[in-house]
């Protein structure tokens, strides 16, 4: 009797066989990662072509345990940083054929965070990316073990494997180098929120400058990264003639422009001032302020690349360097007298 039924068609395991190799070597192949021998590669082909085995997208995934979807947590926040970075890591990680599922979670609920993690997981996404607001949530993602790799995006003077970051402390200190060379001998901080992990790093750069070149170092004042919060602290300071401000964003500067003003100090004839960021409208205020740059395309592109690393080749383990700033000089720091 003649057994009429339509031949199986060839799976991973069966080109795996034939090839001599395991399916995790054949998927390697398959999805053409770079960390497969040129002998064994060719010999994974052949079998593919002799078995013309062609897995479908859905075969593909189940095998590789992989979707080319990241996951991305950002803060519930609308501020300038926090939202320039999760645009331009969509960005980098469209560029290299990946999807992103974003969620906003509270800023600093550890328990929101890790039930935002957890729906991720859910959706078996490749790897999550976490912008971080909070030293408490970077703690606490930092001791999590998870089955897939988690990058997160905030700046610390302790490097880690899992962090990608501008570098926040070498920024603060040529805002504060800046102001201290222009003639200021005592420059006030405004700093982002204390439990912000890239407000943190400000105040140490501010601080270490301070001490690296003798100067005294005034009280400390923390806003929410406002132009209110600028504007209320700066209306209610003991700034004086010959200080320097070095603000901790350009938002809250635009509040302590506002606040000297109507003090009757002017900037940078009587007070200069050095903010963070760059925001579009730091050119066009009056007078225009200097500000210290983040390069927030750069840094999406690293964390997709860290993403790829982590993703493709698990077992190497390095620490990305984190990325430079630029001081871009305008008139509220310079006096032309």
Known sequence: ???????????????????????????????????????TR??????????????????????????????????????????????HFNFAARSERYNVDAISSPESDVVAVRAAIDGLLRQRVDAIVLIVVDLDVLAAVQGLELDIPLVAVAATSRPHP??????????????????????HRRIHHIAGPARNPDAAERVRGWRDELVARRLDIPPLTYGDWSAASGFGIAIESDIAPGDGIFVGNDHMAIGVLSALRERGLRVPEDVGIVGFDNVPEAAFLYPALTTVEQDFPALGALIMQKVLLVVEQPDVVTEATPLPTRLIVRQSSVSDG
């Open 162 to 183: 899992q962090l990608v970051a501008i570098d926040q402390y070498r920024g603060a200190r040529s805002a504060v180098r800046h102001l201290a060379e222009s003639g």
């Open 1 to 39: 009797m003649t057994d009429a039924r339509t031949p199986r068609a060839a799976n991973i395991f069966d080109v795996a066989r034939l090839a001599g190799v395991s399916h995790q070597t054949v998927s390697r192949v398959l999805n053409d990662m770079p960390n497969v021998r040129p002998a």
């Open 42 to 87: 060719e010999r994974v082909e052949k079998a593919i072509a002799q078995l013309r085995y062609s897995p479908s997208p859905a075969a593909r995934a189940l095998v590789t345990r992989r979707t080319r979807t990241i996951g991305l947590i950002t803060p519930g926040t609308v501020q300038f940083g926090p939202t320039s970075v999760a645009t």
